[in-house]
């Protein structure tokens, strides 16, 4: 089963080794460094991991998960415990991601949903024909590297849905777009990564044969 | 269905699983591949996530930048154990930088504006002085966390250029306020250095 939004933490360690994250959390309120670099520890991966996909970019995502801590300290004393944590700084770093699309203005949502779509984005009749087929299973940096390859607002629509959990009414109201806008997004997002895994795969055929 | 129509409903239904869809895959091995496909890449996402480790750097500037802000508060046993190589001298570091923190915000509070150039120059040999424990505090992170190494190396070189930089504005003007607090911050923000450092060395 694919973790959901409200399982964002690290692998957890055997109980007793470690400190409860509601006793970190009341920690890092009373300006405890250890228990902001416990909660930190925690954390990282699932935050970093999120800006590096939705941002294709080391640098920035590093940057952002910085961003997204430092607010996530900053407003601690706030946090009363009604929602997860996790769930909290999840919501709290894609925010701070989209924010920072859209300085750059990036398209958060593409451009060309709001047309009734462009050649070619229109369903092609000659797929599966004489192309290489994804069978068995897909090598984790081969999609990696094709996620990285897509145009901002559909990574950004996979990332949300098929890597972190989010449901489309969720990302709708995130990304400020319709419901329909999401699925169809997603939908085109997931065409495109298949045309490059497979491309991906055709060449590596094709090096191997002249080799 | 045809196969347009079936492309055109997976964004609604992502699986294949409605009846007309279900009839046209039966009847379509090319629609049956694709949705096979796009199924599988839907699998494979998963594995993505949480994948990645940021680098050390990244929780060094959040540190530092906790400690600037005062979220940090510093926490320290009552009775610190030494290590046998340093010794009380372990303490040596972070009270030089506070003293010589103490010792600029002194002369720059207490001084009349129109001796200031004269104590502005002789503050350079203090800050100069000061750059003889970087190397102190240098050795203390290779010792206790040398994967922080380079981080505190860059951080000490922006740290010290800060100094030199807000230095030279207040010997060229003595009286301009704004350069004194940017010296003062740039001292507090070593000092600052100096104190995370031996944080980190405390068992």
């Known amino acids: 089963m694919r973790p959901g939004i409200g399982d964002l933490t690290e692998p957890r360690q055997p109980k007793g080794t470690e400190p409860s994250e509601a006793e970190l959390i009341e920690r ?59 769930t909290w700084l999840h919501r709290l770093s894609v925010n701070v991601v989209l924010m920072h699309l859209r300085k750059k203005s990036l398209p958060v949502v593409s451009l060309e ?8 984005d229109s369903p092609k009749r000659d797929f599966g024909a004489d192309d290489v087929a994804l069978a068995g299973s897909i090598d984790r940096m081969q999609l990696q590297r094709a996620v990285e390859s897509l145009p901002p607002g559909y990574r950004m629509i996979f990332v949300l849905h098929d890597i ?26 997931r065409m495109k990564l298949r045309d490059l895994l497979k491309m991906n795969r055709a060449e590596e055929a094709g090096k191997t044969r002249a080799g | 269905m045809n196969c347009v129509e079936l492309q055109q409903s997976l964004a609604e239904v992502e699986d294949g699983s ?25 699998a494979a996402a998963g594995e993505l996530q949480a994948a990645e480790e940021p680098s050390p750097r990244v929780w060094n500037s959040i540190e530092f930048a906790l400690r600037q802000e005062g979220l940090i508060r510093p926490q320290r046993p009552l009775v610190p ?32 504006p129109n001796q200031m150039a004269q104590q502005a120059s002789v503050a350079v040999p203090a800050a100069n002085s000061s750059d003889l424990n970087d190397a102190d505090l240098m050795q203390e992170v290779v010792d206790n966390e040398p994967a922080m190494k380079t981080q505190y190396a860059e951080n000490l070189r922006q740290v010290n250029e800060s100094i030199r930089d807000a230095q030279g504005v207040v010997d060229e003007s003595p009286n301009d306020e704004d350069a004194r607090r940017s010296l003062m911050d740039a001292y507090q923000q070593k000092s600052m250095l100096f104190q995370m450092a031996m944080d980190r060395s405390l068992p």
Not at chain 1, 50 to 66: H, K, P
Not at chain 1, 114 to 119: A, K, P, R, V
Not at chain 2, 83 to 98: D, F, Y
Request: hydrophobic share 40%; aromatic share 8%.
């Open chain 1, 28 to 86: 890092a309120k009373l300006g405890d460094a250890e228990a902001f670099q416990g909660l930190y520890d925690k954390h990282k991966r699932r935050v970093y991991s999120l800006c590096l996909r939705m941002t294709a970019n080391t640098a920035e995502a590093e940057d952002l998960a910085q961003e997204a801590f430092l607010q996530l300290y900053r407003k601690i004393a706030t946090f009363r415990g009604e929602s997860a944590f996790s």
């Open chain 1, 113 to 120: 949903e709001t047309t009734q779509g462009t050649e070619e």
């Open chain 1, 164 to 189: 972190e959990g989010y449901e489309h009414n969720e990302i709708a109201k995130i990304a400020g777009c319709s419901i329909g806008n999401s699925k169809s997004q997603l939908h085109k997002a």
């Open chain 2, 18 to 42: 409605s009846l007309e869809q279900r009839a046209h895959l039966r009847a379509c091995p090319a629609c049956s591949a694709l949705v096979n496909e796009l199924n599988l890449i839907v």
């Open chain 2, 81 to 112: 154990s030494f290590s046998a190589r340093w010794g009380a001298a372990r303490w040596l570091v972070p009270m030089a930088a506070m003293l010589l923190l103490a010792l600029g915000i002194y002369v720059r509070r207490e001084s009349l």
